[in-house]
């Protein structure tokens, strides 16, 4: 019963973290490229606006999970993790970046990070 309460806490907080991270991802780089010509301030105020969405799923998800008993780290290291396979993409399909290995090392050392954290849990 326990594993089941767990995966009924672990997936919809992953799912709402990956969309959360979608909108944080474009409020915090998507100017760099669609408002580039544009001044600072609105480009801080398109990024809020967008970043309303990333918190109106953020806080659930966190909620879900820490309710549901992840711990705070194992929150973050699933945070970090869903960032950077949410940052990659969007680097190279949104942002036109070469693909560089040091992503791949990187996320590897976020699967270390990963083991270390949930393997107390």
């Not at 919809?12 to 991802?25: A, D, E, G, K, R």
């Not at 806080?59 to 309710?67: D, L, W």
Request: proline share 3%.
């Amino acid at each position: 019963m326990d594993l089941l309460f767990k995966a009924f806490t672990f997936w919809p907080t992953t799912l709402l973290l990956i969309c959360s991270n979608v909108f944080m991802t474009f409020a915090w780089y998507g100017h760099l490229k669609t408002l580039n010509k544009k001044t600072w301030i609105v480009a801080a105020l398109v990024s809020w606006g967008i970043a309303l969405f990333e918190y109106l799923l953020q806080v659930p998800a966190n909620r879900i999970g820490y309710q549901g008993g992840m711990k705070l780290g194992q929150l973050k290291i699933l945070q970090e993790i869903i960032t950077l396979s949410v940052f990659l993409p969007f680097s190279m399909y949104y942002m036109n970046q070469p693909f560089k290995w040091d992503y791949v090392w990187a996320g590897l050392c976020m699967v270390g990070a990963a083991y270390f954290i949930f393997r107390s849990a």
